[in-house]
């Protein structure tokens, strides 16, 4: 019930999807539908702990059948929790110990997603160039200048939430406004131009 109000946003922005009518509570029986769901709307799966009878492995195996990517971290071999996350790697999932290692997994889906996306684009009537950026994009990049920054800095300065630069810094990396640099930093490419921020 506490997150009504969002799903309202949702609906009015995007879509809710579900294999239940409206009205219909929560159920643990219903998750794992749940999750095929969510599994299948995204490109990979991270599973971050995980006994070996974690639901969270369930989650994986139908990311797997649906022909997403399943990337998992690795724990001690003491800790029981982390018995899922080495069985998962033992089948296949990715071993993850950083972002970068999702990153170099995903950026070549994402690069095919973006070009498709940038075409339908140009292609419309109406449509802006392909390489104008929104002001949110701007403002980061200003904030970023042309030395390494680290992410908690671009969060400080620019005053963005932390999911939204987190994103927003892997599709200027993508269309190649950005570069990573060592130590998780990020720097402006300085092949790439963008318009300033105008005042309204």
Same mark, same amino acid.
Request: charged fraction near 20%; proline fraction near 8%; aromatic fraction near 4%.
């Given at each position: 019930?506490?997150?009504?109000?969002?799903?309202?946003?949702?609906?009015?922005?995007?879509?809710?999807?579900?294999?239940?009518?409206?009205?219909?509570?929560?159920?643990?029986?219903?998750?794992?539908?749940?999750?095929?769901?969510?599994?299948?709307?995204?490109?990979?799966? $991270? &599973?971050?702990? /995980?006994?070996?009878?974690? *639901?969270? #492995?369930?989650? @994986?195996?139908? =990311?797997?059948?649906? +022909?997403? %990517?399943?990337?998992?971290?690795?724990?001690?071999?003491?800790?029981?929790?982390?018995?899922?996350?080495?069985?998962?790697?033992?089948?296949?999932?990715?071993?993850?110990?950083?972002?970068?290692?999702? $990153? &170099?997994?995903? /950026?070549?889906?994402?690069? *095919?997603? #973006?070009?498709? @996306?940038?075409? =339908?684009?140009?292609? +419309?009537? %109406?449509?802006?160039?392909?390489?104008?950026?929104?002001?949110?994009?701007?403002?980061?990049?200003?904030?970023?200048?042309?030395?390494?920054?680290?992410?908690?800095?671009?969060?400080?300065?620019?005053? $963005?939430?932390?999911?939204?630069?987190?994103?927003?810094?892997? #599709?200027?990396?993508?269309?190649?406004?950005?570069?990573?640099?060592?130590?998780?930093?990020?720097?402006?490419?300085?092949?790439?131009?963008?318009?300033?921020?105008?005042?309204?």
């Amino acid at each position: 019930a506490v997150h009504r109000e969002l799903a309202h946003r949702i609906a009015a922005n995007g879509a809710l999807v579900s294999e239940y009518p409206p009205g219909v509570g929560p159920r643990p029986a219903h998750f794992p539908r749940r999750n095929r769901l969510i599994a299948g709307l995204s490109l990979g799966t $991270l &599973v971050t702990e /995980a006994a070996e009878r974690s *639901g969270s #492995l369930i989650t @994986a195996r139908l =990311a797997a059948e649906q +022909g997403r %990517e399943v990337f998992a971290v690795p724990g001690s071999i003491r800790n029981p929790r982390a018995r899922g996350c080495h069985l998962l790697i033992r089948q296949g999932a990715k071993l993850v110990e950083t972002a970068d290692d999702i $990153l &170099v997994e995903l /950026a070549p889906l994402l690069r *095919g997603i #973006l070009a498709s @996306a940038s075409s =339908a684009i140009a292609a +419309g009537p %109406e449509s802006e160039p392909a390489d104008e950026l929104d002001e949110d994009y701007r403002q980061l990049l200003e904030c970023m200048g042309y030395d390494p920054v680290a992410p908690d800095e671009l969060i400080a300065r620019s005053g $963005l939430p932390a999911a939204s630069v987190s994103s927003m810094l892997l #599709l200027l990396e993508l269309q190649g406004y950005v570069s990573s640099c060592p130590g998780g930093r990020y720097c402006r490419d300085t092949g790439r131009a963008v318009a300033p921020a105008q005042d309204s």
